[in-house]
């Protein structure tokens, strides 16, 4: 069974930083390409950043980019995202997801049943 579980989330004031964590198990980790999608109240889930199974491909959104960075060690079986300059609009409840294919898609979310539970990330001053 597909498990993942993220952390690091909280409440930080513009410009700050925050690293996300997600912890994987029940698959072959270094298989699968991992993506992270966030989900603002009110609003759609957005894709936000994807990285192929061995971590020398990512892609980012354009909302993100330049601020946010993805990364994975297949050894610990953990995907991060370390998110600076933050923004109010960086709001939302933050999952990491497993892909179905090995390397990334741009914008392509991954169906629900392979998210985590979420971690929320508030940026308020």
């Known amino acids: 069974e597909v498990q993942l579980v993220e952390s690091g989330g909280g409440l930080v004031q513009p410009g700050g930083s925050l690293r996300l964590s997600c912890a994987a198990s029940?698959?072959?980790?270094?298989?699968?390409?991992m993506s992270w999608v966030r989900q603002a109240p009110g609003k759609g889930p957005e894709w936000v950043s994807g990285?192929?199974?061995?971590?020398?491909?990512?892609r980012y959104a354009d909302s993100v980019k330049g601020r946010f960075a993805i990364s994975r060690d297949n050894a610990k079986n953990t995907l991060y995202l370390q998110m600076n300059s933050l923004k109010p609009e960086d709001t939302a409840v933050y999952y990491c997801?497993?892909?179905?294919?090995?390397?990334?898609?741009?914008?392509?979310?991954?169906?629900?049943?392979?998210w985590g539970q979420g971690t929320q990330v508030t940026v308020s001053s």
């Open positions: 997801a497993k892909d179905s294919l090995s390397w990334v898609v741009s914008g392509k979310i991954p169906i629900r049943d392979y």
């Open positions: 990285i192929n199974n061995g971590g020398s491909s990512t």
């Open positions: 029940g698959f072959t980790f270094s298989n699968y390409a």
